[in-house]
């Protein structure tokens, strides 16, 4: 409820915010990051400790550097920060609980850094574990299956300048996509889905309002960024009074020379009188270039506040993707198409797309299933899915709650490749 929130505060929809995803690999420098946007995500990251199934979760943003060696699709470059991932084994190995967990949860933070603009970039099997695991100084429990880097987006050449194809059909191209009959079935397995049928087993849905929650979340917040700068200040007073004590001992030296040199000659005197004048108003153009920067910085954030508060039609040129998102569905059964539609964009390990959905209308629930070769990552594709998929669900008022059944009941029988991973029942 509260990364919903969260996302919704920056963006139209949880739609847009998935379909702007993509993995971004050439970042600005540290410098060009909003601190403000920085803090906020700092706060989410710092909430969120635990998974849909109680699994531990911790996730570190920082500067620290973590190595990632060259991926297939590009080298990742001038990374300004890193938020490290880490899921504690308090669960039974056998179950992968643990990497559902942890997929629901960092897809959480890559979203809302994706809602703050913030260019992201699963990282799951490239990057330096040591290396990684000393950064966040994991505990004996704790292990590391991903991390991000985040930061403003270095953007050279369009896609449609290198290639001669539009930035939305390179990365938001229905093509891609599986088709719906091959991922998602209605009671049972292989057969198409229904969005009708799923409609009216689901039942209406209920607005969710945030109000309550939304007082409390901003509270804390606030307190959060209220001790994240009174740290800031100590750290200034601190430098302050060192700059302080290193001017003393400057004069002091002074001093000493200027006893010396009342012996000398006039000429040397008014040498070193230009030269402390020339030190003053180096000083002073220092200050003043240093409050101009300042000015700058505030009307840069006036502008962007004032900015933020515009509502803007979002224009793509892909037409498939500007009527997702324009057209938003009155009818029940076309909000249950795009709820479904949320999972085909989630990413996958080698875009493998190995989650298959059966909505069992009976029962009103939802069982999640992968049918994947690759055993290690599918459980995190799986995690990236569930929320996308709950999120959308909330989004146009369906409430429910996450289960994972150890022996699962089905009165269908799975292709051989097929596991069962969690089930939703809708409230």
């Not at 420098?29 to 199934?53: A, N």
């Not at 055993?375 to 995190?380: A, T």
């Not at 009165?411 to 089930?423: A, N, R, V």
Request: net charge negative; hydrophobic share 25%.
């Amino acid at each position: 409820m509260f990364t919903l929130k969260l996302i919704l505060s920056q963006k139209q929809n949880p739609l847009e915010v998935i379909l702007q995803r993509h993995s971004v690999r050439q970042y600005l420098t540290r410098d060009k990051v909003d601190t403000q946007k920085r803090r906020s995500l700092v706060h989410l990251c710092h909430r969120i400790t635990e998974g849909p199934f109680g699994t531990t979760l911790r996730f570190l943003p920082t500067k620290a550097r973590v190595s990632v060696s060259r991926m297939s699709k590009g080298e990742i470059n001038a990374v300004p920060y890193f938020i490290i991932g880490a899921v504690g084994s308090n669960v039974n190995e056998k179950s992968k609980i643990d990497r559902i967990d942890f997929g629901y949860g960092f897809e959480k933070v890559v979203l809302y850094a994706t809602a703050l603009n913030f260019g992201t970039c699963w990282v799951g099997a490239t990057f330096d574990k040591e290396n990684a695991s000393k950064v966040m100084k994991t505990q004996e429990n704790e292990r590391i299956f991903a991390v991000t880097p985040f930061g403003m987006e270095r953007k050279k050449l369009s896609l449609l300048e290198k290639t001669g194809k539009s930035a939305i059909k390179m990365f938001v191209n229905r093509d891609k996509r599986k088709p719906d009959k091959s991922l998602f079935f209605i009671d049972k397995w292989g057969k198409t889905i229904d969005y009708e049928k799923v409609a009216k087993a689901a039942g209406e849905p209920t607005r969710i309002e945030f109000k309550e929650e939304e007082e409390e979340e901003e509270k804390e917040e606030k307190e959060e960024n209220e001790e994240e700068k009174e740290e800031e200040k100590k750290e200034e007073k601190k430098e302050e009074k060192e700059e302080k004590k290193e001017e003393k001992k400057e004069e002091k030296k002074e001093e000493k020379k200027e006893e010396k040199k009342e012996e000398e000659e006039e000429e040397k005197k008014e040498e070193e009188e230009e030269e402390e004048e020339e030190e003053k108003e180096e000083e002073e153009e220092e200050d003043e270039k240093e409050k101009e920067k300042d000015e700058k910085e505030k009307e840069e954030n006036e502008n962007h506040k004032k900015k933020k508060k515009k509502k803007k039609k979002i224009v793509l040129d892909n037409e498939y993707v500007e009527k997702l998102l324009n057209e938003l569905p009155e009818d029940n059964s076309k909000r249950w198409e795009q709820i479904f539609e949320t999972i085909k964009w989630a990413p996958s390990a080698y875009n493998e797309q190995d989650w298959r959905v059966v909505f069992e209308t009976k029962e009103r629930r939802i069982r999640f299933f992968t049918e994947s070769k690759r055993s290690h990552y599918c459980f995190l594709n799986i995690g990236i899915a569930m929320f996308h998929f709950e999120m959308m669900c909330m989004w146009y008022g369906w409430k429910g709650r996450w289960e994972r059944e150890e022996e699962p009941r089905l009165d269908y029988e799975l292709p051989k490749k097929g596991t069962y991973c969690s089930t939703f029942y809708l409230n």
